[in-house]
């Protein structure tokens, strides 16, 4: 098989790529799961809908029901609420998704705009050759392609022997669980700052509940609540408790972790380019992660069409425009961090108002 760009990795980021090229040049959507599941970000902020208007995509999503997320809480920096209603946003109230059905429709959008979709495909290595590149598969089936982009996630290294570099600006990650809300829920987003980490809960779509604690993967504090269970030890914490409301906590389901570090890779190099977490990892706190993966997505594929119709100078505006995405995030981080005084002194808060977490 030869297409003229293959994109690896069929989340938001990879569907918007591909949507984006679909209707102009061949291109494959490669992704090692056949149907998207439930996985941890389930909001979207109202700016998101440019994007999905622009790749063909906002049809589909408006019939999906997802619910909107009005409200967003915090004890931050204070012991006392902080109320954000999103309705005093420009571009409006943004989403609680149900993340599985969002990114299944993403793959639909991308296949009806021509992206053919191949799944499911666990990619075991890249190689260049004199007009483009091979994939192979670990199943040991090959494609050729034109160009490539690595949409496959912060943990991919696809693209490490072809000159991508990546510098970590923190050790966040996260330990999660969902639980069974009694009745309707509230729709408000609710953040906490602790002494060694963060807490955040939102009720999902569908009658669930998440409950997470965010921390250094060094730092006790997270595995002492993932041993614990987040929602166990969350029922003990002022002011959380409250806003998780009626929960069944014996429908818990088995905690969970993840990375959630903030992150940032070379974004374009000699015939590939990197879209979404590949790219740039944002902190969850930003709320941002899906929008950002959308938006370099979208970004990645008009890039790349540039680049086959000749314009040899896409691969750096594209860089470039990744370069800013990065540094408006770095200046928001260091804001909403350096907002928190309460416990300078522990390891955790030390890190973020120092600059100390920065790994290079």
């Given at each position: 098989?030869?297409?003229?760009?293959a994109?690896?990795?069929?989340?938001?980021?990879?569907?918007?790529?591909?949507?984006?090229?679909?209707?102009s040049?061949?291109?494959?959507?490669?992704?090692?799961?056949?149907?998207?599941?439930?996985?941890?970000?389930e909001?979207?902020?109202?700016?998101?809908r440019?994007?999905?208007?622009?790749?063909g995509?906002?049809?589909?999503?408006?019939?999906?029901?997802?619910?909107?997320?009005?409200?967003?809480?915090s004890?931050?920096?204070?012991?006392?609420?902080?109320?954000?209603?999103a309705?005093?946003?420009?571009?409006?109230?943004?989403?609680?998704?149900?993340?599985?059905?969002?990114?299944?429709?993403?793959?639909?959008?991308?296949?009806?705009?021509?992206?053919?979709?191949?799944?499911?495909?666990?990619?075991?290595r890249?190689?260049?050759?004199?007009?483009?590149?091979?994939?192979?598969?670990?199943?040991?089936?090959?494609?050729?392609?034109?160009?490539?982009?690595?949409?496959?996630?912060r943990?991919?290294?696809?693209?490490?022997?072809?000159?991508?570099?990546?510098?970590?600006?923190?050790?966040?990650?996260?330990?999660?669980?969902?639980?069974?809300?009694?009745?309707?829920?509230?729709p408000?987003?609710?953040?906490?700052?602790?002494?060694?980490?963060?807490w955040?809960?939102?009720?999902?779509?569908?009658?669930w509940?998440?409950?997470?604690?965010?921390?250094?993967?060094?730092?006790?504090?997270?595995?002492?609540?993932?041993?614990?269970?987040?929602?166990?030890?969350?029922q003990?914490?002022?002011?959380?408790?409250?806003?998780?409301?009626?929960?069944?906590?014996a429908?818990?389901?088995?905690?969970?972790?993840?990375?959630?570090?903030?992150?940032?890779a070379?974004?374009?190099?000699?015939?590939?380019?990197?879209?979404?977490?590949?790219?740039?990892?944002?902190?969850p706190?930003?709320?941002?992660?899906?929008?950002?993966?959308?938006?370099?997505?979208?970004?990645?594929?008009?890039?790349t069409?540039?680049l086959?119709?000749g314009?040899?100078?896409?691969?750096?505006?594209h860089?470039?425009?990744?370069?800013?995405?990065?540094r408006?995030y770095?200046?928001?981080?260091?804001?909403?961090?350096?907002?928190?005084?309460?416990?300078?002194?522990?390891?955790?808060?030390?890190r973020?108002?120092?600059?100390?977490?920065?790994?290079?």
């Open positions: 098989m030869r297409f003229d760009v994109v690896i990795g069929g989340g938001a980021a990879g569907c918007a790529a591909a949507a984006t090229i679909a209707p040049a061949s291109v494959v959507l490669i992704d090692r799961i056949a149907a998207p599941g439930w996985r941890i970000g909001t979207l902020p109202g700016a998101a440019r994007v999905l208007v622009a790749i995509g906002w049809e589909r999503f408006t019939t999906a029901g997802h619910a909107e997320a009005p409200v967003k809480v004890r931050w920096g204070s012991d006392e609420p902080v109320t954000i209603d309705f005093r946003d420009p571009d409006g109230v943004g989403w609680r998704l149900g993340r599985a059905r969002f990114e299944a429709d993403l793959r639909a959008d991308a296949a009806a705009r021509g992206a053919v979709l191949l799944t499911p495909v666990a990619v075991d890249l190689q260049r050759t004199d007009v483009g590149w091979t994939v192979t598969f670990g199943n040991g089936e090959t494609l050729e392609a034109r160009q490539i982009i690595d949409a496959s996630g943990r991919s290294r696809l693209l490490h022997p072809f000159g991508q570099r990546r510098v970590r600006m923190d050790r966040l990650a996260c330990v999660y669980q969902r639980v069974r809300q009694c009745g309707d829920g509230n408000s987003t609710y953040t906490q700052a602790m002494p060694d980490g963060w955040y809960t939102a009720a999902l779509h569908d009658g509940r998440i409950v997470a604690f965010h921390g250094d993967s060094d730092e006790a504090a997270l595995r002492t609540i993932l041993r614990a269970g987040p929602v166990a030890v969350a003990r914490v002022p002011g959380l408790v409250e806003a998780m409301g009626d929960i069944e906590p429908s818990a389901l088995p905690p969970q972790s993840c990375a959630a570090h903030s992150s940032a070379s974004a374009a190099g000699d015939g590939w380019l990197a879209a979404g977490d590949c790219a740039i990892s944002l902190d706190l930003s709320s941002q992660g899906l929008l950002n993966a959308l938006v370099t997505g979208m970004e990645a594929g008009e890039c069409l540039a086959l119709a314009n040899t100078m896409a691969i750096q505006l860089a470039e425009r990744i370069g800013r995405i990065w408006a770095l200046a928001h981080y260091m804001t909403y961090y350096g907002m928190e005084r309460r416990w300078p002194d522990t390891p955790f808060w030390h973020r108002i120092s600059g100390a977490s920065f790994r290079p």
